[in-house]
């Protein structure tokens, strides 16, 4: 069964999530590039809220930002709202509407499970890469990305590309149906809910290829799309 890998954020009992440093971990050195890359990632949530302004439901992805005021993710993390919390998982004051949020001004999607949100009132200093021709998966090539499982910052997984299936008819066991008609790429790296959206990047050359979709097996394996947005759409968008 495939799974996308939103985190429902929990609208009856939010309780802010506090991790403890990990003390005497060694952090993994990084090129230039990958440090980019690395500050290039968010947390993003976004809840839907009644006319009162109550909160009804919301969820937790993973985001980069590809310009000054945009940010790429999955487009199955997109709510019926425009307000987004960039880089805080304090649940309890989220549901509260107790911190900022910022605005979408406008949403791209290239209906292959992306989407482009133009965000007013914030600048992202630090860019990853994204041009109208991202490469695809190739099979045996090893990948490495950034995520948020669960709301738990930062996290570093490498994997490998193993192969890819069809997507022309939905599994009637998906969780959720996603916007994509297209192959869906299989990279085996452990993933789960949260690391929606986080960009997989290639060993061989650092370059963008791909989002995460799907956690597929109890998240054993992750499922992409190939990315492709028009370079009309990524103009309109910002992104550089």
Not at 17 to 33: N, V
Not at 100 to 111: G, R, V
Not at 128 to 148: C, D, F, S
Not at 198 to 211: C, K, N, P, Y
């Amino acid at each position: 069964m495939r799974k996308v890998l939103r985190s429902l954020v929990s609208l009856v009992i939010m309780a802010t999530l506090t991790i403890s440093p990990a003390f005497g971990i060694h952090k993994k050195q990084l090129t230039k590039l990958q440090e980019n890359q690395h500050k290039s990632m968010h947390v993003i949530v976004e809840v839907e809220r009644d006319v009162d302004g109550n909160p009804l439901h919301g969820g937790l992805c993973t985001a980069y930002a590809v310009g000054p005021h945009t940010l790429l993710t999955a487009q199955h993390c997109d709510m019926n709202t425009n307000a987004i919390y960039i880089d805080n998982t304090d649940r309890k004051a989220i549901k509260e509407n107790r911190v900022m949020s910022y605005t979408i001004t406008s949403k791209t999607y290239d209906n292959e499970d992306h989407v482009l949100y133009v965000v007013s009132g914030i600048t992202f200093n630090n860019t990853i890469v994204l041009t109208a021709h991202v490469e695809l998966p190739k099979q045996g090539v090893h990948t490495y990305q950034w995520g948020n499982p669960g709301g738990v910052r930062d996290q570093y997984r490498e994997g490998l590309v193993i192969g890819s299936m069809p997507n022309a008819t939905p599994d009637p066991e998906d969780e959720e149906r996603v916007n994509a008609t297209g192959v869906v790429y299989l990279i085996a790296e452990p993933v789960v809910g949260g690391d929606s959206g986080s960009a997989i990047f290639s060993m061989e050359d650092g370059q963008l290829i791909g989002v995460l979709t799907y956690g597929i097996d109890n998240g054993q394996i992750a499922g992409v799309y190939a990315i492709v947005f028009t370079q009309a759409q990524l103009d309109a968008a910002g992104v550089r």
